[in-house]
């Protein structure tokens, strides 16, 4: 089992014990607030001998020693090693990167989401009384798709948001807004007005 966690992880918990995936990607940008082009994996034990993705000198076994590189080999190093993309010691992504994960720790996972709920609870009432829908079974609030009443054009509705400097996401007739810590209830309730 392979989890695309890019639109959760760093926002939603998730407990690798319970679930026990074969791995789990994710893109760095996203709720990992980290710089784009870095992503992080975790790899089981399913993936412990497989085959890279990339073949690239970095994956090969021993190439930590760079005093013996002209000396390549052909195993692969040991486990998640194997998978990393060639050059991944980029040096500015990869502080950028931890420091964005070492906040998100600091801020706890568990407490991102619980203030995603407090800052959405009265918003989405609001948008439901004039009659935009929401999917009220899905318990994350980080991510949240707006159903509009068919009478909207919603690239129209997405153009009008934009002028008032309320950017939201258009997928198919839905919005997809992203409330995360550095909003408040008060930049939720000046997207219900506004809706």
Known sequence: MIIDGTQSVGAF????????????????????????????????????????????WINRLKSDDFSALSGYEDRYRPKAYRYNVGEFAN?????MCTEAVNQILDWEVHRIQAYCHQITNHFLKVIQEKGYSVDAANPARHLIGIYCPEHINVKYLAARLYEHRVFVSVRGQAIRISPHVYNDESDLMHLATLL
Do not use: Q, T, V
């Not at 996203?30 to 089981?44: E, I, R, V």
């Open 91 to 95: 040096y500015i992504h990869m502080a």
């Open 13 to 56: 918990p998730l407990d690798l014990e319970i679930i026990k995936p074969d791995a789990l990607i994710c893109a760095g940008y996203k709720f990992l607030m980290g710089p784009m082009g870095c992503a992080l994996s975790y790899f089981g034990e399913y993936f412990d001998s497989g085959r890279p993705i990339e073949f690239n």
